[in-house]
């Protein structure tokens, strides 16, 4: 009787608290999301409006799609560059700022503010910064490869996507890594001192391995979000050179929208989709591994 | 129990909140274009308060944006009962896709201003133009501006801007080169513009520059090639097929050669040489205004981005972009006139009493003085025989007309047939061959591959 009465009561919380985010994540995300799968399946036209059904013509055509391949490749090239480059100054920079020095939270905003500014705003001011200020800088102080815009060139632009990457979420995995600091056990950290472990020892076998859970939200973060990109792609070079800096979102979204061909988009994006989800869950569970209980 | 009594009402309290942002939108006459449901409604409808309908225009020419909007404004002065809400958009920036996922998400706008190809691509979607519905288009505007919109027999484009392009030069730099005043039909042959260039490059001036962004190169100087075969929109559009059928080369046409060659004089004086694929196009329009460089491939929208600015050379014309060393081949000695722009109404997302109300605006906009005026202001030339006559243009628009009256323009009709993402990869192939990532050999044959995959 009583536990009856208390799943019901507990069910009946649950609606209350979790019935509008469920509502809304099953309309805006999970709906679209099925009706997607659906469509790759058709030939989906919404300008000439057609929707027959054509089996999986939309998947083999994804391999004749060169571009796709490539783009995606480097679409994996920068997320893998982003990811650790990001991670690392972060990570230092949360070291920094969790020691006793003056100005600690003046800092900590002061790093963090560059998340708070949009990705569509923070690529025109770095497109305005790559092409007009660096290159002055390379003309004044005679640098050669600065001379001409880094968003010119097909192999520098990815370097100047990952530049204002990391410069937009440092600051916000900064502080994901200072909370991680700041909740490491006092007492695991004096026994350290005690036993006599000191600077790099201590930061390795001590620091690193209880910030763990703080690794593995941060990267599943930076991995998620770089294969994600669209809005620094498209403010900053917009495929620029020559569509050379595509990447796997823009392509998809070129493919859809400028080339016409929806479904084959669709399906595109399906599979980048399913590489997404294996390459999280994959870092997740191998990360969790190395968890220790402090 | 107080406190669960206090969170649930808590929760209540948020969850409305969450509900408030869903009220009768009453004062700002925007924002319903984004707010429609799915496909099936209108994007509007009228509202509880009256008989106000409130239409949305989706305009490409993103350089005008401001001046759609003070007409609007206008408009809804004269007419309280319309509202029409301006949909923008960039140079250059996404407008195919914003005009695809409008129609796709069940918003598409009333009417919009937009590319012929465009009226081509959603000719199922508009509304044909008739005698009935639209007496002032046959009664005010030129023939052969009313036959450019026509597609298939159907009028659905209603024309409202002759613009044209070639190469751009600033006068006051090219007389004082000339030390006199210099003669644009002297540039009638390759050669010719070569020593043009380096007359001016030899007097310390930049001799040209190039907009490194696909549109220009790939939609504006490839689409020469197409357009020069012939002085028929067929002649450019029959050879176009040819390329996809895979029975025409490109590189097999001399014209192509031709232009690639011209293309590698552009190249060789490009004011951008250094750093060609920036495509800031604020940035290279200052510079040709301040008369940092001679001349320009562009067209003469450029005065429209340029009036606002102080300390400008104000008088420009257009020379030729020849293709070869016959001064009698069709090309050499004309530059493009083209109505680039359409206005079109939509039906398919759209009730009858809003596609009545954008017929109305429409011939407002382009027909009576006050709506005609907005445009005039702003430097275009308006197909309309109503248009008042001691209108001064700029001397862009000048120049362009000025080839018109003598019968020395290039027929860019197959332009229109160009559609889908054609100018952005072509553009993007000849993108790479400005800045020396390809030669011309596989820039032919990105081009040939390119509208073979085309459907």
């Known amino acids: 009787m009583v536990s009856k009465k208390k799943s019901l009561s507990n069910a009946g919380f649950f609606i209350t608290f979790m019935g509008p985010s469920l509502i809304a994540f099953t309309c805006v995300l999970m709906i679209p999301f099925l009706y997607g799968v659906f469509l790759t399946f058709t030939n989906y036209n919404p300008i000439k409006g057609t929707k027959d059904f054509v089996g999986l013509e939309n998947f083999l055509a994804i391999f004749t799609d060169k571009e796709f391949l490539t783009q995606f490749l480097k679409t994996l090239r920068y997320v893998f560059y982003s990811t650790i480059f990001c991670n690392i100054l972060a990570f230092i920079l949360a070291y920094i700022l969790t020691s006793n020095i003056k100005a600690r939270n003046f800092l900590r905003s002061g790093f963090f503010t560059p998340n708070l ?11 305005f910064i790559f092409a007009n200020v660096v290159t002055k800088v390379g003309h004044t102080l005679e640098i050669e490869s600065l001379k001409t815009s880094l968003l010119t060139h097909p192999d520098r632009a990815i370097l100047a996507m990952i530049i204002v990457t990391v410069w937009q979420y440092a600051g916000y995995l900064m502080m994901i890594y200072i909370a991680g600091f700041v909740g490491i056990n006092k007492e695991v950290l004096e026994a350290a001192d005690i036993d006599g472990a000191k600077g790099f020892k201590k930061l390795f076998y001590v620091t690193i391995p209880s910030m763990v859970p703080s690794f593995i939200i941060c990267f599943f973060i930076t991995i998620s979000r770089g294969f994600m990109a669209y809005d620094l792609n498209l403010a900053l070079t917009n495929g620029a050179p020559y569509g050379s800096t595509r990447l796997a979102s823009m392509h998809i979204y070129q493919k859809a929208f400028q080339a016409n061909q929806y479904a084959l988009g669709q399906a595109e994006a399906i599979v980048l989709f399913i590489v997404v989800a294996i390459v999280a869950v994959t870092q997740v569970l191998l990360t969790k591994r190395y968890e220790v209980e402090a | 129990m107080k406190r669960v009594f206090m969170s649930l009402a808590l929760v209540l309290v948020i969850v409305s909140l969450l509900f408030t942002g869903c009220g009768k939108s009453s004062e700002t006459p925007g924002g319903t274009g984004t707010n429609a449901g799915p496909s099936s409604s209108p994007s509007t409808g009228s509202d509880s308060k009256g008989e106000v309908i409130k239409l949305t225009y989706f305009n490409t020419s993103a350089e005008v944006n401001e001046m759609f909007e003070k007409m609007f404004a206008r408009y809804n002065e004269i007419n309280p009962n319309v509202v029409i809400e301006l949909i923008p958009t960039g140079i250059g920036e996404g407008q195919q896709e914003k005009l695809q996922s409008l129609f796709a998400s069940g918003n598409g706008p009333t009417f919009m201003n937009v590319d012929p190809a465009n009226v ?5 979607r508009l509304v044909e133009f008739t005698k009935d519905n639209a007496p ?47 003669d644009p039909t002297t540039i009638n042959t390759r050669d010719a513009l070569k020593a043009f260039f380096e007359k001016i490059e030899a007097a310390g001036i930049p001799a040209t520059m190039l ?55 552009l190249v060789k004086y490009n004011y951008n040489k250094a750093d060609p694929l920036v495509a800031d196009f604020n940035q290279d329009i200052l510079a040709f205004a301040q008369g940092k460089v001679a001349t320009f491939f562009m067209g003469d929208w450029s005065w429209t981005s340029m009036v606002g600015l102080e300390n400008i050379d104000t008088e420009y014309g257009f020379i030729p972009v020849p293709w070869s060393n016959n001064p009698s081949d069709y090309g050499n000695t004309e530059v493009v006139m083209v109505l680039p722009k359409f206005q079109c109404i939509d039906k398919s997302q759209n009730n009858e009493a809003q596609v009545k109300a954008a017929l109305d605006a429409l011939g407002w906009m382009l027909t009576d003085p006050e709506g005609q005026q907005f445009f005039l202001d702003q430097g275009f030339c308006m197909p309309y025989k109503n248009v008042r006559t001691d209108i001064e243009y700029n001397s862009m628009t000048q120049s362009i007309a000025d080839y018109a009256s003598r019968g020395k323009t290039i027929n860019l009709g197959c332009f229109s047939y160009i559609t889908g993402d054609a100018w952005t990869q072509t553009g993007n192939l000849m993108l790479m061959y400005i800045s020396g990532a390809i030669d011309r050999q596989q820039l032919a044959q990105g081009i040939n591959d390119y509208w073979k995959s085309v459907k």
Do not use: C
């Not at chain 2, 081509?120 to 199922?124: A, F």
């Open chain 2, 120 to 124: 081509i691509e959603y000719q199922d």
């Open chain 1, 117 to 127: 500014i949009g990705g569509i705003i923070l690529g025109y001011i770095w497109k």
């Open chain 2, 136 to 182: 002032w288009l046959f009664e005010y505007a030129n023939e052969s501006a009313v036959e450019a919109g026509t597609f298939d027999g159907k009028v659905m484009g209603a024309p409202w801007s002759v613009q044209g392009y070639g190469l751009l030069y600033n006068k006051r730099i090219v007389n004082q080169v000339y030390g006199g005043q210099f």
């Open chain 2, 211 to 265: 907009h490194g962004a696909n549109w220009s190169l790939g939609g504006h100087y490839l689409t020469l090639t197409y357009a020069v075969q012939g002085p028929a929109t067929s002649d450019g559009t029959g050879f176009i097929d040819k390329i996809k059928a895979g029975t025409q080369k490109i590189e097999d046409s001399p014209i192509f050669q031709g232009y690639m060659d011209t293309l590698d004089l």
